[in-house]
């Protein structure tokens, strides 16, 4: 029977290694030791306790696709992650996230923001483009529901009748170049 430490060598170098969680010995790369994946047997890596420590271990800071706490959403929403202990807490998602403008807003009035209370992008620097990680105060504004469906139609309103111009001065510029032709 071979000792705690043993090495076998072959195509892989293997070590004769004891679980952390329940003791029993076997043989694992030593590359998986190493990196700390094979520390515990397959029954113990899949218990729950031992699930639980991990998560515990590898949560927030301590987790290795760590980005800083910051996300991006598919609409393309900057989410920040907030610690229980801040001001700004009670805004967050179930995920301990908070939009990022929402979060700049309320910092600038200096309290939360309601669930009713929307923050809008004015689109400032953007003429025309929707730029939803724009988040400097001078491009949000804090409206109520019916206020944003408001300023949304009109913005929609607005785009679909610049295009409708664009489109008419096109066909104007062609019936020109007919009648150039023409003559």
């Known amino acids: 029977m071979p000792q705690i430490g043993d090495i076998k060598r072959g195509r892989h170098t293997y070590i004769w290694h004891a679980c952390e969680g329940c003791g029993k010995e076997r043989w694992v790369n030593k590359q998986c030791l190493s990196k700390g994946t094979s520390r515990h047997c397959h029954k113990c890596a899949v218990t729950n306790e031992f699930r639980q420590l991990q998560s515990e271990l590898h949560r927030g800071e301590k ?12 609409h ?3 989410q920040i992650k907030l610690r229980p202990d801040n001001f700004f807490y009670p805004m967050v998602n179930n995920k301990d996230y908070v939009r990022e403008h929402r979060l700049v807003m ?12 929307l923050v809008h992008h004015k689109g400032v620097r953007f003429k ?51 009648e150039k032709g023409g003559e």
């Not at 309320?106 to 209370?117: F, I, P, T, V, Y």
């Open 76 to 78: 393309g929403y900057i």
């Open 106 to 117: 309320a910092k600038h009035l200096g309290r939360n923001l309601q669930r009713w209370e």
């Open 128 to 178: 025309g483009i929707q730029n939803r990680s724009d988040n400097l105060i001078d491009n949000l504004q804090l409206i109520s529901d019916t206020r944003h469906d408001q300023i949304t139609l009109l913005e929609k309103r607005i785009k679909f009748l610049e295009n409708c111009v664009a489109k008419l001065e096109v066909k104007k510029l062609g019936a020109k170049e007919i």
């Open 63 to 74: 987790h290795w696709n760590w980005k800083g706490g910051i996300a991006k959403t598919h």
